[in-house]
Each structure stands twice: as C-alpha cells, then as structure tokens.
C-alpha cells in the first residue's frame, strides 16, 4: 500500500485544518487506518484509528472532541479533520494502514511521508 498525506500547514490556534491520506496498490477497505505524529525531539504518538467498515474509531485522549477521524472506501481515502487546534498539536502528521485498530505503531505495516502541522499561537 502506498499512502500519500496532504493538507497540512500552517495555522493559528483555535483553528483547523482537514488532513487527507490516499492510498494506492492495495485493496484499501482491507485495511485498518491510523494517523500518528511526531514532534521534534519525540516519539510517534498515536492519534486517531478506523476500522476498515468506518464503524469502529479511537481518538487519543489529547485530542477526543477536536480531532475526527474518517474514510472514504470509494475514494481510497483517511481524513484527520482538526478543529480548536493548539500549539501543542505542531508535528509531523503521518497516516498509517495495517491489519486492526490499535494505538501501538507496531502494527502498522505501511506510512506515507508525513505532512507538517504548524500551530502558533
């Protein structure tokens, strides 16, 4: 599976921003889909997770009620929809499939390169 993430940038706290992942090379709707990420000087830490039939979500505690994960199977793809963003949200934004939803990187087999998310304040 190759996953390619856009929609990243720059943006002032309290915004948002929609992140999307396309995927490519396999049969999408096989595959569980998650988005990491990674500040500067730190691990990759979970974000969000779907199931493949879209019915089963997780959101890391840091950001239940301002982040949204979703997919489009038809479209092949993930959206990371980010509102009331904070500086503390500024990472490298990475999406990632694999076989379960699971908050452990471990098991996800394939990632994408990443897109930047800068919140100032």
């Known amino acids: 599976v190759q996953l390619v993430e856009s929609g990243g940038g720059l943006v002032q706290a309290g915004g948002s921003l929609r992140l999307s992942c396309a995927a490519s090379?396999?049969?999408?709707?096989?595959?569980?889909m998650a988005w990491f990420r990674q500040a500067p000087g730190k691990e990759r830490e979970f974000v969000a997770a779907?199931?493949?039939?879209?019915?089963?979500?997780s959101h890391a505690d840091s950001v239940k009620g301002r982040f949204t994960i979703s997919r489009d199977n038809a479209k092949n793809t993930v959206y990371l929809q980010m509102n009331s963003l904070k500086p503390e949200d500024t990472a490298v934004y990475y999406c990632?499939?694999?076989?379960?939803?699971?908050?452990?990187?471990?098991?996800?087999?394939?990632w994408g390169q990443g897109t930047q998310v800068t919140v100032s304040s």
């Open positions: 090379g396999r049969t999408f709707s096989n595959y569980a």
């Open positions: 990632g499939a694999g076989p379960r939803v699971a908050n452990n990187k471990g098991e996800y087999a394939y």
């Open positions: 779907i199931h493949w039939s879209g019915y089963i979500k």
